[in-house]
């Protein structure tokens, strides 16, 4: 990558933080000034974006459950969702058509639902950064988007065979081999180690899988996401996740830059973009409406719709395969990548104040919740419990066990990943799911004879918000946080913190007096 791409990135990056705005969208606005002074795409920086796009894709399987892709919710809602989307965009295209004088937009019906069709798909760069960002890709919202991501993913591989007649090989029956050789790759990832081996055995796995599957003529990111899904159950899954988000970040900063350099917008185009940019409100209430119709709480079809109302970067693969086919004019592929680029901001805006809006307007917000909930949105029961802690990370897990070992069924662990919530149950302890940003949660559960809540979470966002959710339910207790950083302590507290343990030094303290205790108890023995 040009020395001039990272500078520039760099700066924009810095600046939209410096705005407290998502810096991916430093990186967009990047990508449309170099190109403004003279650079264009290159196969170098292409690359570089192809292996964000597969690793993140790798990272997604590794957190994916594939009966989640059966849940009605999923499977209806992202077929249902689709077509209507189609239907609409494609009329409102072609209706946007007979007032744009120009011979590239003199289209077809077939040429409007296309675009459509292009336009249907949400950004799994986009969504996934921001649940990675907010740490919500475990909770009931996060998950359901992805699972529709992966829905629309499989649409567009589905795409991209019957637009390029690209038949798979018939060696790709050969792929379902790769189930059962899954122990012998989990056993694999086992033996990796902790180090630099572990993020290497990530790169292994998933470009392996991405040249397997081009290999037999199905697309490799695709194969990506299915060496993720097979690996998910190992207990080393969510580590490597780990290793492997610094790299995929790097990486994917080419990706955002290859949108701004796909061309030179003009002035008409860049309008046209806008307009269609406006039928994200539209696509919005799609979702919402099919979420609510298929039972889900409002809180999760609010959050889940407002994440997967954006244009997503398989639109600008539908769109580049339909212009090398001649069925597009090239400044559709421009109007895509600028109403995509757009729609990410709109999303990363509105998101990051998505749970204060929520909580702000919750009440009319729910007048479209369906009376009768889904199973799993069932709120669960508390018990006998007087201490609360909420994310089972290894420090809430950790903090959970020590008080299990002295109030035993007094504790309640709560976590918005059933995983872990269940492997707790199966030990017999007291847990839930649940997640702690939710207001309709804590409105709904018996928190009276809860005298201390243990927030256990690595974002001081996160943990500000769920002890100004705690204020709002009158509750009286006391409440603990964790700190990473020495600057994070005074906001937690001024936020409404009784009490704030900076991780690393409460762990050296620990260390020293264990090892103190220890030594003295050695002493003792000899005497």
């Known amino acids: 990558m040009d020395i001039m791409f990272l500078l520039v990135a760099f700066g924009f990056g810095l600046i939209a933080k410096y705005c407290k705005l998502p810096p991916l969208i430093g990186f967009l606005i990047a990508g449309f000034f170099l190109n403004a002074l003279g650079y264009s795409n290159n196969e170098t920086l292409q690359a570089i974006a192809n292996m964000g796009i597969t690793i993140m894709l790798f990272t997604i399987g590794l957190k994916l459950n594939i009966k989640d892709l059966l849940k009605s919710e999923i499977l209806l809602g992202s077929i249902a969702h689709s077509c209507m989307w189609i239907a609409l965009c494609s009329a409102a295209v072609f209706a946007l058509g007979l007032f744009v004088a120009t011979s590239w937009f003199n289209l077809t019906w077939y040429t409007a639902v296309l675009i459509g069709f292009a336009f249907s798909f949400s950004s799994t760069v986009c969504v996934v950064k921001i649940l990675d960002e907010a740490g919500e890709i475990k909770t009931r919202h996060g998950k359901l988007a992805i699972g529709i991501l992966v829905m629309q993913d499989i649409f567009a591989v589905l795409f991209l065979v019957v637009a390029t007649g690209k ?223 909420i994310g089972m990370g290894r420090v809430g897990k950790g903090a959970f066990k020590a008080i299990h070992a002295q109030l035993g069924q007094q504790v309640c662990g709560i976590d918005s990943d059933p995983d872990k919530i269940n492997k707790l149950a199966k030990l017999g302890k007291n847990a839930i799911v649940g997640d702690g940003e939710d207001i309709d949660l804590w409105e709904n559960l018996n928190i009276q004879n809860i005298e201390l809540v243990l927030i256990a979470l690595p974002s001081i966002e996160d943990a500000s918000n769920i002890t100004q959710q705690l204020k709002s339910t009158n509750f009286n207790g006391r409440i603990a946080a964790i700190a990473r950083y020495e600057d994070e302590v005074e906001p937690l507290i001024n936020n409404g913190v009784d009490r704030v343990f900076n991780f690393f030094t409460e762990a050296g303290l620990g260390f020293a007096e264990e090892s103190l205790l220890w030594a003295k108890v050695c002493s003792e023995s000899k005497q």
Not at 203 to 216: K, P, Q
Not at 317 to 334: F, K, P, Q
Request: proline share 4%; charged share 10%; with cysteine.
């Open 167 to 389: 038949i798979p090989s018939p060696w790709a029956a050969l792929l379902v081999l790769l189930i059962p050789a899954r122990p012998l790759l989990q056993r694999l990832l086992s033996g990796s180690g902790h180090g630099e081996m572990l993020p290497l055995t990530g790169f292994i796995f998933a470009l392996g899988a991405y040249h397997l599957f081009e290999l037999v003529g199905i697309k490799g990111d695709l194969g990506a996401l299915i060496a993720g899904v097979l690996l998910a159950s190992q207990a080393k899954s969510t580590e490597l996740s780990k290793s492997l988000m610094a790299f995929k970040d790097l990486f994917l900063i080419g990706f955002f830059l290859t949108i701004g350099l796909t061309a030179l917008p003009s002035i008409e185009l860049v309008s046209i973009a806008l307009i269609l940019c406006l039928l994200l409100p539209l696509k919005f209430l799609l979702f919402f409406g099919l979420f609510i119709s298929l039972r889900l709480r409002a809180r999760t079809a609010y959050l889940t719709s407002l994440m997967m109302s954006n244009y997503s970067e398989f639109g600008l693969i539908v769109g580049a395969v339909a212009l090398s086919g001649g069925m597009l004019e090239m400044e559709w592929l421009v109007i895509l990548a600028l109403a995509t680029a757009f729609s990410f901001i709109v999303t990363s805006v509105l998101y990051k104040h998505s749970h204060h809006y929520y909580c702000k307007h919750k009440n009319h917000i729910k007048q479209y919740e369906h009376p009768i909930p889904l199973h799993q949105d069932i709120y669960p029961s508390l018990g006998d419990a007087k201490v609360l802690v």
